[in-house]
């Protein structure tokens, strides 16, 4: 929703009308009930408040960190560079704290398979698409892990 938001460039008022627009079944009663129990407190309805309900009810703190804690715990193991990437970056939406664009790499450098680390963390790269891509490559030239042997980059 914020990347309809940020290209549409919608007032606060749109934006609560269009996810609420696309609420459907149970999700819409919920919103209906909700939306009468905050205006009888007296709480301003917009995005911000829409956003904070719905996350509460439907993505609660405990599936939230779990999610955190598996991307603190994200290691590539059998997981090809690509997929690895991709696990990589759904889970980091999850980590409560700002990420650096160096923290990052590290941390998904470190999670990468040994022969593949022992390669890539001497290189300090510190662009996360760029590091992606040479991981890719190192794991192409040795074969895909099943070889053994690194390939010098």
Known sequence: ?????????????????????????EAEYWWRGTRQMLESRGVPIDWDCFRRVFLDKYFPDSVRYAKEAEFMRLQQGS?????YAMRFEHLARFYSQAISEA???????????????RVIVPMSIVEFPALVEKAKTVERLEGGGSSGKVARV
């Open 1 to 25: 929703m914020e990347k309809i938001f940020s290209v549409l460039g919608s007032s606060k008022e749109r934006k609560l009308a269009y996810p609420v627009y696309m609420l459907a079944g």
């Open 103 to 117: 923290w990052r790499c590290r941390k998904f450098a470190e999670g990468l398979r040994h022969e593949l680390k």
């Open 79 to 83: 997981l090809s560079v690509s997929k």
